[in-house]
């Protein structure tokens, strides 16, 4: 396979969220790779908005970038014991496209939260929400960074060898599915 085109998507729309963190050390550790960060600032899903207007343009080219990719990271933080509510909603617009672009396209998905359970909670629920889309998500190795605010060096990697060993482990096994 040629250089992969990756996207990543964060479920936090802050700049210096640990989840962007966390993808952009997952991508670092995957390698040679052509990396699009996903934006999941849309509006609102509102049924009646879509009768009147349709999809919207930044909605539209998600799905796009969605279909485009060889495979696609996720990253969440745990809001309430769940996914954010910024990831939901781009997922129920996402699922509103023509075109299935989430169909048999190999999926990462990691949590990185500050509580101690590192998000595990909103990674069960969002492989279940990922489920009609019939896409490929990896079942793991599971990456639940714990703590996340302290995990991250000044150079942004990583300081844990136990969470760089799984994080590792995870994109090998993507590479894997990629090239399955």
Same mark, same amino acid.
């Not at 993808?23 to 390698?31: C, Q």
């Given at each position: ?110 949590? #990185? =939260?500050?509580?101690?359970?590192? &998000? %595990?909670?909103? /990674? ?9 889309? !019939? *896409? ?9 960074? #714990? =703590?996340?605010?302290?995990?991250? &060096? %000044?150079?942004? /990697? ?9 994080? !590792? *482990? ?11």
């Amino acid at each position: 396979m040629s250089t992969p085109t990756l996207l990543t998507i964060s479920g936090s729309l802050r700049a210096e969220a640990t989840n962007r963190k966390l993808l952009a050390e997952a991508t670092r550790l995957f390698g040679a790779a052509e990396v699009i960060e996903a934006d999941l600032n849309l509006p609102l899903y509102n049924g009646d908005d879509e009768a009147a207007d349709g999809i919207p343009a930044a909605v539209q080219q998600l799905a796009d970038q969605i279909k485009g990719a060889d495979a696609v990271l996720i990253s969440t933080p745990e809001y309430n014991g769940a996914p954010s509510g910024v990831l939901k909603n781009a997922l129920d617009w996402v699922s509103r496209t023509a075109d299935a672009p989430w169909q048999d396209k190999p999926v990462a998905i990691m949590s #990185a =939260a500050a509580g101690r359970s590192g &998000g %595990e909670k909103a /990674q069960m629920l969002l492989r279940s929400f990922m489920v009609p889309f !019939q *896409a490929r998500v990896l079942t793991g190795p599971q990456v639940h960074l #714990a =703590a996340s605010y302290q995990e991250f &060096g %000044e150079d942004g /990697q990583l300081t844990s060898a136990q969470y760089t060993e799984t994080l !590792q *482990a995870l994109m090998d096994k993507l590479k894997a599915e990629l090239n399955r």
